[in-house]
């Protein structure tokens, strides 16, 4: 039967500490009052002080305070322009003069004031950084950004590099609550059909929700679609595989789009079941693999120079 689901688009829900599935969840909850991620840090917040050096004038500083912290929100890292609250983790925003050059430096710092890592952004020519253009500042804030979720994705692997029971030592386990919505035999073959593609996977799928890690819930909608020729009219078919996890917040959704002659799955669905699974399993492993950022590095140990900064 010919392979109709060609076209698998992964989408981020809640662009987020998910959504944007590369995002990590460095102060996420698990639900059971303790913290998952970046488990030594106290509260669920990043505090974004003003900069401590004087390369911008206070209306500037203002400014670069703010636009950083709104690029983080921007990916869901629960940071605040404010200074530093006791026992909160804090991004340290600073410069280096290298000639006519001003370079923008990020230090995530722990709540006892050490530097955990150092990024540091594209230099700007020293007299545009003072001008502290409101567009310049806001580029460079969201290239730090970008950096700073860096620095937490290495520190989580770090994390979950030490403890025993993360992802990064075991494959997730994942509730598959089943398939609805599909005409024919489509509930029932798309299912088994799922189950059967993750075998030889890292992960497993399990019928219980007990100990699992992620949920797995699969919605199949037909709507009709042009008319076509005479006795040829088409429908969409539109499948979703939504990710969500223990604690029920949205990891993304994989969805599969088709344009199909009219009733055509309204029967068995045959190799198109599997041809559909078998997409779907590796967009969910991704999805996976990119929200629990089991497959980051660690970061790397600040040296004593960048301690002393």
Not at 83 to 95: M, S
Not at 110 to 134: L, S, Y
Not at 215 to 223: D, E, F, I, S
Request: net charge negative; hydrophobic share 40%.
């Amino acid at each position: 039967m010919k392979r109709i689901f060609s076209t698998l688009l992964p989408l981020s829900v809640t662009c987020l500490l998910t959504g944007c599935l590369s995002v990590p969840h460095p102060f996420a909850h698990n639900g059971q009052g303790a913290k998952g991620g970046m488990a030594t840090a106290p509260t669920s917040r990043l505090d974004i002080p003003l900069p401590a050096d004087r390369t911008l004038s206070p209306e500037g500083e203002k400014l670069w305070a703010a636009e950083v912290t709104q690029a983080l929100l921007d990916q869901s890292i629960p940071a605040m322009a404010q200074p530093v609250r006791r026992g909160d983790w804090w991004v340290k925003l600073h410069t280096e003069q290298r000639g006519d050059v001003v370079v923008p430096l990020y230090s995530l710092m722990t709540p006892q004031g050490a530097v955990r890592a150092t990024q540091e952004g594209p230099g700007i020519p020293a007299a545009t950084w003072a001008a502290a253009d409101p567009l310049v500042l806001r580029g460079a804030a969201q290239q730090g950004g970008g950096q700073i979720v860096s620095i937490l994705t290495g520190v989580m692997a770090e994390d979950m590099e030490e403890d025993p029971k993360s992802l990064k030592h075991r494959g997730a386990r994942i509730f598959f609550q089943g398939v609805s919505g599909a005409p024919g035999d489509g509930n029932i073959s798309l299912a088994r059909a799922f189950v059967v593609s993750f075998k030889g996977m890292k992960d497993s799928v399990q019928t219980s929700r007990t100990d699992a890690d992620f949920t797995v819930a699969t919605t199949v909608h037909l709507t009709d679609g042009p008319a076509g020729s005479r006795d040829h009219p088409q429908q969409n078919i539109r499948i979703d595989w939504r990710v969500t996890d223990k604690d029920n917040k949205e990891v993304g959704i994989a969805t599969q789009l088709h344009d199909i002659p009219a009733h055509s799955m309204d029967g068995m669905w045959g190799d198109i079941a599997m041809a559909a699974a078998e997409e779907a399993v590796g967009a969910v492993e991704e999805m996976i693999t990119r929200y629990s950022s089991r497959d980051a590095q660690p970061i790397p140990k600040p040296k004593a120079a960048e301690k002393s900064r």
